[in-house]
Structures are given as C-alpha cells and as structure tokens.
C-alpha cells in the first residue's frame, strides 16, 4: 500500500511558479512510476508529467512542455512538479498517481487557481 499526500497547492498571478511536493509512505516508493494529472471543473482528469522508478526517463503533457518539471528523490520518498509559466488554463485539482503492474494509487489533490 502507498499513501500519497500532495501540496505545494495555492494562488498564483498568470507567469508565475508554483512547486507541487507529492510526499508518499511507504518502502516500496522507488519501484513505483509517478504521476501528475489535473482536473479543471467540469472537465476530465488529465495527463500532465510523468516520471520513471529511477527519475531517468520523464513525460510531459504538450500543453506543459517546456514550462513544467517533473523530478523526484527516493531517498525522501517525494516527487516535485515545478510549474512555471503559469496560465489561467493551468488551474485545476492536481493529483499525484503512484503505479506499478495492476497497483494504482491516487492522492487525494491540491489546488492550483492562477488567475489573470
């Protein structure tokens, strides 16, 4: 079982930066691949970066390449999305995803509001 808590989270001016932690429990953290996705009202969950067990490999969404960074640190058991650029369009509930093989585990989401 893995247990994901996000923060980082808050209201921030169009252009700004804001840097999400996804803290998570567990021993087994670095056999997982992490994610990001985001959820604006009334809109689908969506994929915005991803990273590899080892950090080597990441994935970005097109519509944050270039101004999202996704990272992580096994040994504090986090991984980091450093959001920069900031746009109205970013705002939404942006949740971390932990999965290995058929296990798929959510955190329960912080708020990012950019606004004009």
């Known amino acids: 079982q893995v247990q994901l808590l996000e923060s980082g989270g808050g209201l921030v001016q169009t252009g700004g930066s804001l840097r999400l932690s996804c803290a998570a429990s567990g021993r087994t953290f670095s056999s997982y691949a992490i994610g990001w996705f985001r959820q604006a009202p009334v809109k689908k969950r969506e994929f915005v970066a991803a990273?590899?067990?080892?950090?080597?490999?990441?994935y970005y969404a097109d519509s944050v390449k270039g101004r999202f960074t996704i990272s992580r640190d096994n040994a504090k058991n986090t991984v980091y999305l450093q959001m920069n650029s900031l746009k109205p369009d970013d705002t939404a509930v942006y949740y971390c995803n932990a999965r290995r093989l058929s296990k798929n585990y959510w955190g329960q989401g912080t708020q990012v509001t950019v606004s004009l």
């Open positions: 990273v590899s067990r080892s950090g080597d490999s990441t």
